[in-house]
């Protein structure tokens, strides 16, 4: 478990500016649109009004179709057929964002599949992290130790929608009646 | 200008002018409030502090931006307890000197600012990428929704990644930023600061923070800095004037070391040694 000899220095909010700095091309494309095993990831992000989040930053880390934890190098330089597991997208003008990627496996036998994220935003002071699990094996959703762990108004929070293309919806609130549910680890 | 069309065109943000006209006192009195509550707290016992509130209304974007709910306990799982791996495929050597990238010298006060990044263990965070940005020596960033009437460089972009080595060290040769003014209250200014980005072993890990100069007087006045209620916490961000790390007749060092949280990971023996 966790040994915490050393105080964590403090996180800061990413601010405004960000754009010209993070986002990179194909940041957001896991693998190239199109290939087999594609699917797009979306959905919007919003605050304590139901307004959408314009300025966000999220980042996703998954497990890859055979649910293998990938350490393959490369994100930054996409060849679009190097699964690296890990993608950053800039939410959009209309607060939606949007990832290409495959549906992970379970990292392990019977367990449900899940994609951590990582938020960031302008008036958001620290990062969140938070998981987004597949809605499809719901045996093992339901043995599942977090999602167990939760009432159901914010266990849903966590479940993404299947979507009839067979790609994936999700959305995030930071604040209010839906407000996602976010996670925090041991030594954090 | 060349600089603007290329560097602007994936910019989007919009910026509210939402509560510009509270007064510093009223903010700094909101700060005070806050901290006084605080300190209070630890005297009769409460841990101290290390990160920011995300609940910080002097920061007026926070206000509908922080979650209402206590962050849910969880043990991590197999993939958080893996970070993406970086490479220099993908960071080349000299995206770590932000003042090469164009075809003259950016103006400014030329540093180089160097540390390390442990985990909570004390373990060395080795062949991990750091992103960092941050304004020009104006107090300008290459952004079209920075207003600021102040210069543009065009001979500064203000980004810069590298791949920390196997001790964990990371170095930037870049320019001192200036502050520059923000619209959350009246007269609002930020203290001179570099945004960086870090991943550990852990993606629990992962974390995005700013690192301020020594003796900025706007620190004070700051509801970004002072949402870190602790003081020694909020020491941690401002990195120390380092002569040793000073290149004679060239530029000025600052030493800026990162902890990160606590890895969950079991490490193998010859992974632990330092």
């Known amino acids: 478990m966790s040994e915490q000899k050393l105080t964590a220095t403090p996180g800061q909010t990413i601010g405004p500016f960000y754009g010209y700095a993070l986002p990179f091309e194909k940041d957001n494309q896991l693998l190239a649109p199109g290939l087999p095993g594609s699917i797009r990831l979306q959905g919007t992000v919003t605050d304590g009004a139901g307004d959408t989040i314009p300025d966000a930053l999220l980042e996703i880390w998954q497990a890859d179709a055979e649910g293998n934890v990938p350490q393959q190098t490369g994100s930054l330089v996409r060849d679009g057929y190097t699964f690296t597991g890990w993608g950053r997208t800039a939410v959009d003008n209309t607060g939606n964002y949007t990832f290409t990627t495959v549906n992970p496996g379970p990292t392990e036998a019977g367990s449900a599949p899940f994609i951590s994220f990582v938020i960031f935003a302008r008036g958001l002071l620290n990062k969140l992290h938070t998981r987004m699990y597949l809605p499809d094996d719901e045996e093992a959703l339901a043995r599942d130790a977090l999602l167990s762990s939760l009432p159901e108004d914010r266990r849903r929070t966590l479940i993404a929608t299947r979507e009839a293309d067979g790609g994936l919806r999700w959305d995030i609130s930071l604040q209010g009646e839906n407000e996602t549910a976010f996670l925090t680890y041991p030594g954090a | ?274």
């Open chain 2, 1 to 274: 200008m060349g600089l603007e069309k290329d560097l602007f065109s994936n910019s989007h943000v919009i910026e509210k002018l939402d509560a510009a006209q509270a007064p510093q006192d009223q903010i700094s009195a909101e700060i005070a409030s806050v901290h006084a509550a605080y300190d209070k707290s630890v005297h009769d016992g409460a841990e101290p502090e290390s990160q920011p509130r995300i609940d910080f209304s002097p920061y007026r974007s926070s206000i509908l931006r922080h979650p209402t709910k206590d962050p849910h306990h969880v043990d991590p799982e197999t993939i958080e307890l893996w970070s993406p791996a970086f490479g220099h495929q993908d960071v080349h050597a000299l995206e770590s000197d932000l003042t090469i990238q164009h075809n003259g010298e950016p103006l400014g006060e030329r540093i180089i600012v160097r540390g390390r990044i442990l985990d909570g263990g004390g373990r060395p965070v080795r062949n991990q990428l750091v992103e960092i940005w941050q304004a020009n020596s104006a107090g300008r960033y290459i952004h079209k929704r920075d207003q600021h009437p102040a210069p543009l460089d065009p001979n500064f972009t203000g980004v810069g990644r590298c791949i920390t080595t196997d001790d964990g060290f990371y170095e930037f040769t870049t320019i001192k930023p200036g502050p520059y003014p923000w619209k959350n209250h009246f007269n609002a200014w930020r203290p001179a600061h570099i945004h960086f980005s870090l991943f550990g072993t852990d993606f629990t890990q992962r974390m995005i923070t700013q690192m301020y100069f020594p003796g900025d007087p706007l620190f004070a006045l700051d509801p970004i800095y002072q949402s870190i209620t602790d003081q020694k916490a909020r020491d941690r961000l401002v990195a120390t004037y380092d002569h040793n790390l000073t290149s004679h007749e060239w530029a000025t060092g600052y030493n800026w070391d990162i902890v990160l949280t606590g890895s969950n990971r079991t490490w193998m023996e010859d992974e632990d040694a330092e």
